[in-house]
């Protein structure tokens, strides 16, 4: 599993989920469907319908990966923080029982509202 409490913050863009769908698309169940991903150099996270899947991608060829899955379900709490005029990154933070914080920051183009709204909609 990925180490969120003292992993590196890599910052994270928007990019076409077909580019990674052959990785993450045998992890998805019966229903579920991906809706944005955002990569890092070479790590990147996906919303689903269901969860957040992150991506560790690892050694030279980058053939070998670490897949955390993070349910919608079991988020007891999230932030937001939106970019501003001199920090033009934004922020999610989610805090989950028995793993704790989970914070991933996104450029200034992501639309972290959004991503806000989604999570909101599956935890509400």
Do not use: H, W
């Not at 910052?11 to 993450?24: M, S």
């Not at 920051?105 to 992501?110: A, L, M, N």
């Amino acid at each position: 599993m990925i180490d969120f409490q003292n992993g590196s913050v890599f910052k994270l863009k928007q990019c076409d989920p077909k580019a990674v769908i052959n990785d993450i698309g045998p992890l998805l169940i019966q229903g579920e469907q991906v809706m944005s991903v955002y990569k890092g150099v070479r790590d990147y996270v996906a919303f689903t319908t269901k969860r957040v899947i992150s991506v560790n991608v690892q050694g030279v060829t980058g053939k070998k990966k670490d897949f955390t899955s993070l349910p919608f379900s079991k988020i007891q709490v999230f932030s937001v923080e939106t970019a501003g005029v001199m920090d033009m990154d934004s922020e999610l933070e989610m805090y989950f029982s028995g793993l704790g914080k989970v914070k991933f920051e996104f450029t200034g183009q992501s639309n972290i509202v959004q991503i806000g709204q989604v999570i909101s909609s599956y935890i509400l």
